[in-house]
């Protein structure tokens, strides 16, 4: 097959209007064979209209599609056989069990695995015979993952699958998405969680109003913006004492940036820069009441591109 | 790990099969579609059921009045003065007050808009002619006919029966897909490559054989336990129950094509049902309406649906001499799967 060579998804101006807004505003991706492709941004980026234009729900105004080198257009039967997909918030009947909605699903593939062979898969031996409506979160959003794998897909789409979660059944889902990864599935995933992003993507797009304004690996996001951590201090009723400028002008600091109380400053180096900060805090008589530091993350990215927080309520 | 079909099974029997478990394990659906319909029938029967021919209460201001008029045997004639018998008439106790008056006649007091009013004056008035000494001039003798099918019960079964396939057909489909359209699994079934036809054959598929069972549920009841007549044969109401049903599972569909939520489908359901429930004579004859509502109400589906299954049921007519009643099911089965196809969002 000589498609192999070519992306997975080949995606090229795509954009969708609706009626006072533009959810996608001219977008290009490629999505390579294999990997795990992540779609990172806030709530409202275009993320999931993206997604739902590639998994043949929307259609585009504009713009260009090419999936496993097929066209929604010229052979949407083939297409659905080979996509497995996970909608966002998909509720699935509650009456019937794991075995009998993961058998209906598994009747509209021509080939796949066997019905127990995916309900292995995701774990949930034990719950085979239980009613969807008794299943917690994480055990739904599991059967919703086996009902897109059924048909052995070539190209697998999550949209948002850990939203809501708790943490646990998070990390759960993280490790399967992981194992189907290792299986060397094509996968790509939305997410508002940058720590999602960053544990399961080989690459990332970050979205912001129906755009694409970053792409990478996590790592080459990471690095591009030239930062390597991330401090953040408060200083007791000292917040008008500092200003930005005196600290951007501290020996390794790139940025900074105060928010709610809290100034936040991007660092190259952690260890010239924090013993800098501490002298400027004591020469102005600020006691020290927090410091935190991180490795720069997506979201300090984001940040950084924007302005704005992934998860502005 | 690839693994050939078969294991699964055909898609449309798995979507069958959804749909019969979806039925099955709500209970309150199960209760509705076939013990309801029987309850309502064993309840009507039994207070509607036939008794002796009624002898009428009626009144009388003297003791020689009453033993005249108590020569009739349909009537029980007491005597009351007559302020006591004013009370009576006006409270309904007595269908009919029969007074002296001092030139040797009879008054009678009654309703003329109540039908026992007017018997017992019919009655009074021959127990008088009798009394006084006169023969019939003509002679004549009563032969007495108990039909079956002309009693209240066999007018009201084939009105549940068409209640019942109204009901379970509009519901049936239209409430599942308006639920499945909420919860966005329409949206999760199009992704897939189930084919959109089966979905529909699925509820076709189920709605007959939920018919059959539901049918023969409340009719098996209706001729054991009532002795309701059923005089066409078994495959011609077989045939109206079909088509009837098929025409409201069309009407249901067109309900659900487009609606999102379910309190909206139960407004819109209930909208296009309550007209039905009220005018296609279900408990009474729809002929009672002025006739300047006929053409409307002889348009409604439900009274197609009635007038059908009496016609099959009570008289035993053929299906050809019914053609106009099933014309108006069927044109209300092909218009509503039409637009219903047109305005159909799976989103």
């Known amino acids: ?313 | 790990m690839k693994s050939n079909r078969g294991i699964a099974g055909s898609s449309l029997s798995q979507l069958t099969m959804v749909r019969y478990r979806e039925f099955w394990r709500e209970p309150e659906a199960v209760f509705w579609v076939f013990v309801f319909p029987i309850l309502l029938a064993a309840g009507l029967g039994i207070a509607f059921r036939n008794r002796p021919a009624d002898v009428l209460k009626i009144g009388a201001t003297t003791q020689q009045l009453a033993a005249a008029l108590r020569t009739e045997k349909g009537l029980s004639a007491e005597v009351l003065r007559p302020a006591e018998g004013e009370k009576a008439l006006r409270t309904g106790h007595i269908s009919l007050l029969a007074l002296d008056e001092k030139s040797g006649g009879v008054v009678y007091r009654y309703d003329d808009t109540n039908p026992d009013g007017r018997t017992a004056r019919l009655l009074a008035g021959y127990a008088m002619i009798r009394a006084s000494g006169v023969r019939d001039p003509v002679p004549s003798r009563d032969d007495l006919v108990r039909e079956t099918g002309a009693r209240y019960i066999d007018f009201l079964v084939p009105g549940l029966l068409g209640m019942n396939l109204m009901g379970s057909g509009m519901w049936g489909i239209g409430f599942s897909i308006v639920d499945a359209r909420r919860k966005k699994l329409l949206k999760r079934l199009i992704a897939s490559p189930m084919r959109r036809s089966e979905y529909l054959l699925s509820y076709l598929f189920s709605r007959l054989t939920m018919l059959l069972v539901e049918v023969a549920a409340l009719i098996g009841f209706a001729v054991l336990v009532f002795g309701v007549p059923l005089r066409a044969p078994v495959w011609e109401l077989a045939a109206v129950c079909l088509l009837s049903s098929l025409s409201f599972s069309a009407l249901g569909l067109l309900v659900a094509s487009r609606v999102q939520t379910i309190e909206a489908a139960s407004g819109l359901m209930n909208f296009v049902m309550l007209p039905m429930w009220i005018f296609s004579g279900v408990f009474f004859s729809a002929e009672r309406f002025p006739n300047a509502l006929q053409p409307f109400i002889q348009a409604l589906p439900l009274t197609a649906v009635n007038n059908s299954l009496r016609a099959t049921m009570l008289e035993g007519l053929p299906l050809y001499q019914i053609g106009g009643e099933l014309a108006i099911i069927a044109a209300w089965l092909l218009v509503s799967f039409f637009i219903a196809l047109k305005l159909f969002r799976w989103r």
Not at chain 1, 122 to 137: H, P, T
Not at chain 1, 170 to 199: C, N, P, S, V
Not at chain 1, 241 to 247: E, K, P, R, S, V
Not at chain 1, 248 to 275: I, N
Request: aromatic share 4%; net charge negative.
């Open chain 1, 1 to 313: 097959m000589g498609e192999t060579s070519r992306p997975a998804l080949c995606v090229r101006g795509l954009r969708k209007v609706y009626e006072d807004v533009v959810a996608v505003d001219g977008i290009d991706l490629d999505v390579y064979r294999g990997e795990c492709f992540g779609l990172l941004g806030p709530n409202g980026a275009g993320k999931t209209t993206t997604i739902e234009i590639c998994e043949g729900l929307l259609s585009p105004n504009a713009g260009s599609l090419e999936i496993l080198g097929l066209t929604w257009a010229h052979d949407a039967a083939e297409l659905r056989q080979r996509l497995g997909v996970q909608l966002q918030e998909t509720q699935l009947a509650e009456k019937q069990t794991v075995a009998e909605t993961i058998r209906l699903f598994r009747s509209f593939y021509r080939t796949g695995p066997s019905p127990d062979e995916v309900i292995a898969m995701v774990q949930l031996e034990e719950k085979r015979n239980a009613r969807v409506g008794k299943l917690s979160g994480g055990q739904r959003q599991r059967l919703a993952m086996a009902c897109a794998l059924v048909g052995d897909p070539d190209l697998l789409f999550l949209d948002e699958p850990t939203t809501g979660l708790d943490p646990q059944a998070r990390r759960q889902l993280w490790d399967l998405i992981q194992r189907f990864k290792t299986a060397g599935r094509t996968i790509i995933l939305t997410t508002h969680y940058m720590d999602e992003a960053e544990k399961l993507s080989d690459r990332v797009a970050i979205m912001d109003h129906g755009k694409i304004i970053a792409l990478g690996t996590p790592r080459e996001l990471v690095a591009s913006i030239g930062v390597d951590h991330v401090v953040e201090f408060a200083s007791e009723g000292a917040a008008g004492l500092i200003d930005l400028a005196a600290l951007e002008r501290l020996d390794g600091v790139k940025r900074a940036r105060s928010e709610d109380g809290v100034l936040q400053l991007q660092v190259t180096q952690l260890h010239t820069a924090v013993p800098a900060l501490l002298a400027e805090l004591a020469r102005r008589g600020a006691p020290l009441s927090e410091l935190r530091t991180h490795s720069a993350t997506l979201e300090d990215v984001f940040v950084t591109l924007t302005g704005r927080h992934l998860r502005e309520e």
